[in-house]
């Protein structure tokens, strides 16, 4: 299949990137600002915050305040990640347009992430499904370990599907297939595109990888190849799993971005910009970025 003319990237920096940041917490002027920053730098979908109990994520226990205080840059979606009806209803009030639930495709990864079977999961998503239809606002499911889990190692790409497949019956409009822990290679990944896509259509399907391996992005390729068209990244590859030992960042938004230059693909995002960001934001952090292309190329100077 020919490869995609353009490709909508979905920022994940300002929720998955900062959520399992350790220490001290990130304030939360510093949220608004990556946010802002990457809005400018042209990225036009960016999930910005958590609704869930500080409790578990504390983290995102500011997600009304960051959410309240972006300057929303017009044709710009914030989401925000819910992962029940409480959280949709915080979200709601916080002027959210686009929120998301997340299941998995591996059992032992569902109880050991929010205590219930893949079953539970899906039952628990329908009120924050309709409330949020009644809302007038979409929702995003995702579905992790698409490509292995911590505890029990290889998925089957049918079992992928088949949750894919509920997330999209029951209302979202786009399910994104994460590989949590980051050890998929090429050839699974492109199984687990050719199982899904027999449920879902591929142009409502997303791909999340993470780079534990190394492997994220030769993935990536191998799944444009399929017709996917929408990629989740991390400005400096922020991220990571707390139920997955070893578990990396996410990919990272600037090599995404100068493989999709290099293909010819068209996304509308400044790359040096982001590099700028991702340099900026991992300052702040007290670390350097992880992104090969940021550490290659450097700040502009400018």
Known sequence: MALPTSIKLFEMAPRDGLQNEPGTLVPTATKIELIERLANAGLTHIEAASFVSPKWVPQMGDATDVMNGIARKPGVVYSALTPNLKGLEGALAAGVEEVAVFGAASEAFSQKNINCSIAESLERFEPVLARANEAGVRVRGYVSCVLGCPYEGDISPQKVAEVAKALF??????????????????????????????????????????????????????????????????????????????????????????????????????????????????????????????????ISRQ
């Open 169 to 298: 019956d029951m209302g979202c409009y786009e399910i994104s297939l994460g590989d949590t822990i980051g050890v998929g290679t090429p050839l699974a990944a492109k199984r687990m595109i050719e199982a899904t896509r027999q449920q879902v259509p591929i142009e409502h399907l997303a791909a999340h990888f993470h780079d534990t391996y190394g492997m994220a992005l030769a993935n990536l390729y191998a799944v444009l190849e399929e017709g996917i068209s929408v990629i989740d990244a991390a400005t400096a590859g922020l991220g990571g799993c707390p139920y997955a030992k070893g578990a990396s960042g996410n990919v990272a938004t600037e090599d995404v971005l100068y493989l999709l230059e290099g293909l010819g693909i068209n996304t509308g995002i400044d790359l040096q910009a982001v590099i700028d960001t991702g340099y900026w934001i991992t300052n702040e952090l007290g670390r350097k970025p992880s992104a090969k292309v940021a550490l290659a190329k450097g």
